[in-house]
């Protein structure tokens, strides 16, 4: 390690000549202020010895901190190196070349898993019945016969229409009558996380409405069921589904 040494080569400079210092006014002739001019030079020499340390030490460290991102870079490389095709009569060129061409896949890959990640996040942040669950629930609805259910949504909500028309997809496959979905405020404009099923007050729920209770529950889709006053709904036989906004 005789790079690490010459490193710290400032540093003994300083203690040779604080050393030399002492030994010069030890041999001059003895003064009174003798003994302050050498416990002055001792602390100078001190205070410099410590403070070129200090600083070699921080350089040493700084040194070190470098080489080792060289290092993690030149492994990079190696592994990149290790993509390319080898061989003694690949030129100069060819090898460029290939090195960008492996360096477009790499980017192309990443790319898709940031497309992949975005899909991810979209479909957690949207509403939505997965395709198996939604194939479940339509032979479950199948085998009740044909119903009619009106099928609403908040008006200027992109997510919730999405929503409401994968509902009126399931009903459709079941071979039930499903209108919709249709923009409306009738229902109000709070904000509910689950579908919303309405029945016309005053009177019997109808059999559609039971049966759609029984299969949300069945196949763990939120929901809200609750009366309407008559203009809202009026045939008495008609269950309305109605989606809000997402809160």
Known sequence: MWHKALWWLPTAAVVVMTALGLAAVESAPLYRSKGRWIAALVAVGALA?????????????????????????????????????????????????????ALRSLNAKVADLGAQVAALKQEKRDRTIAPDKAAAMAAYLRQFGSHRVVVSCAPEDVEAFDYANRIVDVLKAA???????????????????????????????????????????????????????GQAIPDPATTELFVSHKP
């Open 49 to 101: 010895v410590a403070a070129s340390a200090w600083q070699q030490q921080r350089g040493w460290d700084a040194l070190g901190d470098e080489a080792g991102r060289l290092r993690q870079l030149g492994q990079r490389l190696d592994a990149l190196g290790h993509m390319l095709p080898a061989g003694p009569d690949r030129t100069a060129k060819e090898t460029f070349d290939t090195a960008a061409a």
């Open 175 to 229: 071979g039930w009558q499903a209108d919709g979905p249709e923009k409306t405020k009738i229902f109000g404009t709070a904000a509910a996380m689950g579908v919303r099923l309405f029945v016309r007050g005053g009177g019997v729920a109808p059999d559609t409405a039971k049966i759609l209770i029984d299969a949300f529950t069945r196949f763990n889709i939120p929901f809200e069921s609750g009366v309407t006053p």
